[in-house]
């Protein structure tokens, strides 16, 4: 038995079971697409935002939807 299993002033090992974190529940697969849809929507209208305020060509709407669908993939996560 290695020295960190053991408690100090104490010949008996400690119970070598590992805590368990909770489980979160699985997701099911139409809470799934719901999210894949905002996040194409988040994509897609950013993308004609940018280009009805002027973006320089599509390259530059394009890096701004990459953006915002970056802002709400994390809220999605975080939100799980």
């Keep these: 038995?290695?020295?960190?299993?053991r408690r100090p002033g104490?010949?008996?090992p400690v119970s070598a079971a590992p805590e368990q974190a909770p489980r979160a529940e699985p997701r099911s697969s139409g809470s799934l697409?719901?999210?894949l849809g905002i996040l194409?929507?988040?994509?897609a209208i950013t993308v004609g935002i940018a280009e009805l305020?002027?973006?320089a060509n599509?390259?530059?709407?394009?890096?701004i939807?990459?953006?915002a669908f970056a802002i709400?993939?994390?809220?999605?996560?975080?939100r799980a």
């Design 72 to 78: 709400a993939l994390v809220v999605l996560l975080l």
């Design 33 to 35: 697409a719901i999210d």
């Design 53 to 55: 305020a002027g973006a």
């Design 40 to 43: 194409a929507a988040v994509f």
């Design 58 to 63: 599509l390259g530059v709407a394009v890096g």
């Design 1 to 5: 038995m290695s020295r960190r299993k």
């Design 10 to 12: 104490s010949s008996a």
């Design 65 to 67: 939807g990459q953006v």
